[in-house]
């Protein structure tokens, strides 16, 4: 049973923050600017004898928006929970509210805290991991941005003109100075993981397959997977576990990835399978066994991305390198 006697949800946006207080049977809602200090002032003056220990604030994670005020109020004190946006939208649904307002959404979250909050309070990430995750996003960035322009190169090149080539170069000059770009900061993150978390990156690149970039996410944006007290919540707080459907005993719909939890990490260990699959025996044995029994190839890689998502999770928990009794421990 919930400790806490008063819920409070947050709507955040870019400029105003939308708050609905539940307290026993009253509600109250309230708006600001967002400005975590003015927040606070306000959020004060309708809860002037509630200790800071009774009160659960609850928003949805929104990228980055939700990060500052999340942090001002956990260094203030509070207890801060951060709810997964696709939690949220099935519980908004299952609800049936038709309306869809800030202050209604503001409501719902505060709902959604007091009936389903697991207790997972928000705490923000060391320096180092905040340090690497944001380089892991900037070289995201540069390979959108080379595939954009390469993209468009292509397109120019058919144009039958005169010093074509000429004009081509430009394109040329900017992929070459993103690529360098990108190998500074590669050089960057590889140098901050292994300073930093100098021995999960050991215990990580003893696995066959596994990539600098997988690694340097596991640390950070995983956070070593702290929090997490078996493997396959982790598969399904990244989304990189199959989703079967299937009703009664006779449809049996074709399964898919999971769309929730964090696409860039999907897309990171999805990437990884195209190697693991060559020289990670495990991984090789899943990927042709799928295989044999039909699958797709995209399932199967899918679902090696997992198992080198388990296997990360395996050398980690047990603080040894990897090898065949712990595949099967895990």
Request: glycine letters at 8%; aromatic letters at 10%; proline letters at 2%.
């Amino acid at each position: 049973m919930s400790t806490y006697k008063v819920f409070i949800g947050i709507d955040v946006s870019k400029k105003y923050l939308n708050a609905a207080i539940l307290n026993g049977d009253t509600t109250v809602t309230f708006k600001s600017l967002y400005c975590p200090e003015e927040f606070e002032k306000e959020l004060n003056r309708h809860l002037k004898e509630i200790k800071k220990s009774e009160l659960l604030i609850v928003m949805e994670h929104t990228g980055v928006y939700h990060l500052r005020l999340a942090h001002y109020l956990y260094e203030s004190g509070y207890n801060v929970g951060v709810i997964n946006p696709y939690s949220m939208r099935k519980f908004f649904e299952a609800k049936g509210k038709r309306a869809k307002t800030d202050k209604v959404d503001s409501i719902v979250i505060a709902e959604y805290g007091r009936q389903f909050f697991d207790g997972k309070l928000y705490r923000p990430k060391t320096e180092a991991q905040k340090q690497i995750e944001t380089r892991l996003r900037l070289l995201d960035d540069f390979q959108k941005q080379i595939n954009m322009v390469k993209n468009q190169r292509e397109a120019l090149s058919h144009v039958p003109m005169e010093g074509i080539k000429k004009v081509l170069r430009y394109y040329d000059g900017i992929i070459k100075a993103l690529s360098s770009s990108m190998k500074k900061v590669e050089k960057e993150i590889q140098k901050l993981c292994r300073e930093k978390f100098k021995k999960q990156w050991e215990l990580l690149e003893s696995i066959p397959g596994i990539s600098d970039r997988a690694i340097s996410v596991v640390v950070s944006m995983l956070r070593g997977f702290e929090g997490f007290s078996r493997a396959k919540e982790v598969g399904s707080f990244v989304g990189i576990c199959p989703s079967p459907y299937e009703s009664g005993d006779t449809v049996r719909g074709r399964g898919s990835i999971m769309k929730r939890g964090n696409s860039y990490v999907r897309k990171v260990f999805y990437m990884c399978t195209l190697s693991a699959i060559r020289v990670n025996v495990y991984c090789k044995g899943l990927y042709e066994r799928l295989l044999k029994k039909g699958k797709s190839k995209k399932l199967a890689l899918v679902a090696v991305g997992h198992k080198l998502l388990r296997q990360c999770f395996g050398v980690l928990r047990s603080g040894k390198e990897f090898n065949p009794s712990l595949v099967k421990s895990t």
